[in-house]
């Protein structure tokens, strides 16, 4: 069976085989099995939640990846430049520094410290 994937934005082609096991026969022989491909609407994203629906862009910092977040390095009233370190989040091991992606005066952090974020979530907004 042909499959179409998308990883990173790479459309890629693939031949699949399901196989599984042959019972009663013990010498651990495979077959093919038909099976139908589960289609997911192309390049669809995670609905906003209903706070973030009417979020101005320029004045919020999103998360690069889903994690935990590890800690938090700035706080609400605080003013940053461009840059500046507002929180450090976990994914698989490896630590990832949020930066402020503006300048301006911090509103609010969204997250706390052991939070689960996904990508794309609101962390920070600014004023």
């Known amino acids: 069976m ?4 998308n990883i990173d934005g790479k459309d890629y082609e693939v031949d699949v085989e399901a196989a599984e096991q042959e ?9 093919s099995v038909e099976s139908a491909a ?10 906003p939640a209903a706070a973030e629906t009417h979020v101005i862009e320029d004045k919020v ?8 977040v ?3 390095a700035a706080q609400a009233g605080q003013t ?14 490896m630590e990832t520094q949020v930066s402020a992606p503006v ?13 689960s974020v996904q990508s794309g979530q609101v962390l920070v907004e600014f004023e």
Do not use: N, T, Y
């Open 70 to 72: 590890a800690s938090l």
């Open 103 to 115: 300048a301006g005066k911090v509103a609010a952090i969204k997250v706390k410290a052991g939070d």
């Open 23 to 31: 019972l009663g026969s013990g010498h651990g022989r495979f077959h």
């Open 61 to 68: 910092c999103r998360s690069p990846v889903s994690g935990i």
């Open 2 to 5: 042909k499959l179409r994937i």
């Open 80 to 93: 940053l430049q461009v840059g500046d370190v507002l929180l450090v989040l976990e994914a698989m091991k």
């Open 38 to 47: 589960i289609q997911s609407p192309r390049d669809a994203a995670p609905a």
